[in-house]
């Protein structure tokens, strides 16, 4: 039975087609703006945009890569339209277990490099790091190395060949272990000599 049986049919048809990206869209967007009101506000937003478009939406042949790039799009339009920018930061949003992929990048790297270090340092290093990024850098490394995207939903939500993808990836990688590798020298000669 249903809770609002009085709900328009045009109510319930978008419903089915947009409920069950939500959860999604929602981990997107609070990976693009590091906030859970603002997380939710952009998801707000982007539900109202898409009602009208509800033709369009059906036929999408695959909604979640189509739903995170209109979101990803009106993310990008509110951000140029602040007078000021203003770092966002997601140091919160990475947990030390969502940093495995690209922990174990670094490890392959260098594999006596994290010999020995304290993990939890290395993770608080890591989330410092991360908020120090640009958030486009920021999100694309979330996205990839925490989340799991592939490179090819990444480059079509984001809009850009994969190649570029894979470059901005390596270049962020390269300046995240350069710079952790930085922080962390200090650390391991107190430790050889200790």
């Keep these: 039975m249903a809770l609002l049986p009085f709900r328009s049919s045009s109510?319930?048809?978008?419903?089915?087609?947009?409920?069950?990206?939500?959860?999604?869209?929602y981990i997107f967007a609070y990976r693009l703006t590091g906030q859970k009101q603002d997380a939710e506000d952009l998801v707000q937003d982007v539900v109202v945009k898409l009602y009208p478009r509800m033709d369009e939406l059906e036929?999408?042949?695959q909604p979640q890569p189509w739903l995170n790039r209109v979101l990803y799009r009106h993310f990008v339009d509110l951000t140029?339209?602040?007078?000021?920018?203003?770092?966002?930061?997601v140091s919160t949003l990475v947990?030390?277990?969502?940093?495995?992929?690209f922990?174990?990048?670094?490890?392959?790297?260098?594999?006596?490099?994290s010999a020995g270090i304290d993990q939890t340092r290395?993770?608080?290093t890591v989330k410092r790091?991360?908020?120090t990024l640009p958030p486009d850098q920021r999100t694309l490394l979330l996205l990839h190395d925490a989340d799991g995207w592939r490179q090819e939903d990444i480059a079509m939500v984001l809009d850009v060949p994969v190649?570029?993808?894979k470059s901005r990836l390596h270049r962020s990688r390269a300046f995240m272990r350069e710079r952790l590798k930085k922080q962390m020298e200090p650390f391991e000669k107190q430790q050889r000599e200790g």
């Design 59 to 61: 036929n999408v042949q």
């Design 122 to 124: 290395v993770d608080d």
């Design 163 to 165: 190649g570029t993808i």
């Design 103 to 113: 922990m174990e990048s670094l490890g392959e790297a260098s594999p006596d490099a």
């Design 95 to 101: 947990a030390a277990e969502s940093q495995t992929a």
């Design 80 to 89: 140029r339209k602040q007078s000021s920018h203003r770092e966002i930061s």
């Design 129 to 131: 790091l991360l908020s």
């Design 11 to 25: 109510s319930k048809r978008f419903d089915r087609l947009i409920l069950p990206y939500m959860k999604g869209m």
